[in-house]
């Protein structure tokens, strides 16, 4: 008995609903004090994800232009070989 004279008076019990509320409210607290670190963080991460779609499809742009090119070469280089190889007998 002397146990529980030294905790005091005990309090009263909460309902769900308050106990709800009253994790709400903390909530609500935590999300007020770190918005600003929060949207810096996320503000952070969109740029990074944004710098790396543009990059990707920089590369790919620039990586189909030289497929064109080579493929003009390719060309260039099956005339030459249907026309033959240039010798001292057919120039």
């Not at 008076?9 to 770190?34: H, V």
């Not at 030289?66 to 030459?80: F, N, T, W």
């Amino acid at each position: 008995m002397a146990e529980k004279g030294a905790e005091g008076p005990a309090k009263p019990a909460l309902t769900a609903a308050q106990l709800q509320l009253s994790r709400r409210r903390q909530e609500l607290d935590y999300w007020k004090k770190n918005a600003s670190r929060l949207r810096g963080r996320n503000l952070l991460t969109g740029l990074a994800i944004g710098a790396f779609v543009v990059g990707m499809f920089s590369y790919t742009i620039l990586s189909v232009k030289q497929e064109r090119i080579v493929e003009e070469l390719d060309d260039e280089v099956k005339i030459q070989i249907l026309r033959g190889p240039r010798t001292g007998a057919n120039s």
